[in-house]
């Protein structure tokens, strides 16, 4: 399985950016997909994960109420709404595709990963 990752860029702090993310196979709408991130000298960290079929989603609280996950698995694809974006969350975010249809933070769960999109906020 392929993942990759796209939409990435450079805003002001208080803009939105949308993620998107495309597997390379249709059995991907069979799995969780997670997105986390690893900014300049931090350890990766969880994002945001949704279920198989997007009945269930799970956030990082630093990032609860402001992104927002979805998939479309007809597309393949997986997407990560991000709104009033901060410098904090600056950041290389990567998708990944569960080993089961959970949506889970632990990034060991996790069999696939994409190569990652920049993500830069400035204030």
């Known amino acids: 399985v392929q993942l990759q990752a796209s939409g990435g860029g450079s805003v002001q702090a208080g803009g939105s950016l949308r993620l998107s993310c495309v597997a390379s196979?249709?059995?991907?709408?069979?799995?969780?997909m997670g997105w986390f991130r690893r900014a300049p000298g931090k350890e990766r960290e969880f994002v945001a994960g949704?279920?198989?079929?997007?009945?269930?989603?799970s956030y990082a609280d630093s990032v609860k109420g402001r992104f927002t996950i979805s998939r479309d698995n007809a597309k393949n694809t997986v997407y990560l709404q991000m709104n009033n974006l901060k410098p904090e969350d600056t950041a290389v975010y990567y998708c990944?595709?569960?080993?089961?249809?959970?949506?889970?933070?632990?990034?060991?769960?996790?069999?696939?990963w994409g190569r990652g999109t920049q993500v830069t906020v400035s204030s």
């Open positions: 990944a595709q569960n080993r089961w249809a959970a949506a889970g933070s632990d990034p060991q769960r996790y069999a696939y």
């Open positions: 196979r249709r059995t991907s709408s069979n799995n969780g």
């Open positions: 949704i279920t198989w079929n997007g009945s269930s989603t």
